[in-house]
C-alpha cells in the first residue's frame, strides 16, 4: 500500500459526496490550453487529457475518503491516468527500486511511485505488476496509517468503502498486513484497518533527477502505456521530489 513501501498490502464517517475532496477552480484545466505553444513561456502546451471528456476538477485529496469522492466526480469511464493528471499541482513524488512488494519496481527505469499530499500518500506503478492500482496510506500516527487499494479502469462511481473491502482478507484483516505489522480495525472508517506504516530504505532510492529524465526520453510507439503513465504524473505540471522520514521504519526493521 501507500505507506507501504515494503508490500501491499468505531463512528462511522459520513459517505463523502462527489464534491468533498475537491479543491477544483475555474482554471482551466492544462489539456485544454489552446495554440501551438505557451502563452508566455515559449514552450509546447501539455498533453491531450487522458480522461475520457475534458474537466476542470483538480484536487489534492488529504484522506481517503477525499481521494474516493475526488475519482468520483471525475469523468467515467475512468483510468488510473486520469486520475493522476488530475491531481494540483506542484505534486510531490518519491520514487524506489525495490521489488518487496507486490506492486513491485520494474527495475530503476520503472520504479514505484509515492505522492503525498499532507497526511495521504497514494502509490503506483510506472510498469509491470500494479499497474492498474491506485494504493493509499493515510497517517493516523507519524508511523501508523490506514490501507487502501482501488483497481483501474472505473466503469462506474464506487462505493466510499471501495478501498478497504478490496483488501480485506474475509477473516478478520488485510493483505496488507502480511508485511505491515501491528495490524488493527481503524475507527475512521468502517471496514479499514490501520498498521504499520514503513518507508523504504535509502539505497533502494530512485533520484528524482533519473525518474524525470526516464520521463523526457519515454518513446511512446515503443512502450505507449509507461509513457503515458510518466506523461499523466510530469506532463500535466510542476513535479517536486518528495521523501519519507526519517524516523519512519522500514520492512528490514522487524528482522
Known amino acids: 500500500m501507500a505507506l507501504a513501501a515494503a508490500c501491499n498490502g468505531g463512528a462511522s464517517t459520513p459517505e463523502p459526496g462527489p464534491t468533498q475532496a475537491?479543491?477544483?477552480?475555474?482554471?482551466?484545466?492544462?489539456?485544454?490550453?489552446?495554440?501551438a505553444t505557451g502563452p508566455t513561456t515559449g514552450e509546447p502546451p501539455p498533453p491531450p487529457t487522458a480522461c475520457a471528456e475534458p474537466t476542470t476538477l483538480t484536487a489534492s485529496p488529504r484522506t481517503i475518503g477525499e481521494a474516493v469522492a475526488f475519482i468520483n466526480g471525475l469523468p467515467q469511464p475512468l483510468t488510473l491516468d486520469c486520475f493522476l493528471e488530475r491531481l494540483e499541482r506542484p505534486l510531490?513524488?518519491?520514487?524506489?527500486?525495490?521489488v518487496i512488494s507486490l506492486q513491485p519496481a520494474v527495475g530503476e527505469a520503472s520504479p514505484r511511485l509515492f505522492l503525498f499530499a499532507g497526511e495521504l500518500v497514494m502509490s503506483v506503478a510506472v510498469d509491470g505488476h500494479g499497474f492498474d492500482l491506485l494504493e493509499f496510506g493515510e497517517l493516523v500516527t507519524p508511523t501508523r496509517s490506514i490501507k487502501g487499494e482501488i483497481g483501474f479502469p472505473l466503469a462506474d462511481p464506487i462505493a466510499h468503502d471501495a478501498p478497504f473491502t478490496r483488501i480485506f482478507d474475509g477473516e478478520d484483516g488485510t493483505?496488507?498486513?502480511?508485511?505491515?505489522?501491528?495490524?488493527?480495525?481503524?475507527?475512521?472508517?468502517?471496514?479499514?484497518?490501520?498498521?504499520?506504516?514503513?518507508?523504504?530504505?535509502?539505497?533502494?532510492?530512485?533520484?528524482f533527477a533519473d525518474l524525470r529524465r526516464e520521463y523526457d526520453r519515454c518513446d511512446p510507439a515503443v512502450q505507449p502505456e509507461r509513457c503515458a503513465r510518466l506523461t499523466a504524473l510530469f506532463g500535466h505540471g510542476p513535479v517536486e521530489p518528495a521523501a519519507f522520514p526519517e524516523s519512519m521504519p522500514t520492512i528490514y526493521d522487524y528482522e
Do not use: M, N, W
Open 92 to 98: 510531490a513524488i518519491a520514487a524506489t527500486k525495490s
Open 175 to 207: 493483505g496488507c498486513g502480511i508485511c505491515h505489522g501491528s495490524e488493527a480495525p481503524a475507527p475512521e472508517y468502517p471496514q479499514a484497518f490501520v498498521s504499520d506504516a514503513l518507508r523504504f530504505p535509502d539505497f533502494e532510492t530512485v533520484a
Open 22 to 35: 475537491s479543491t477544483s477552480t475555474g482554471e482551466p484545466a492544462p489539456s485544454e490550453t489552446t495554440g
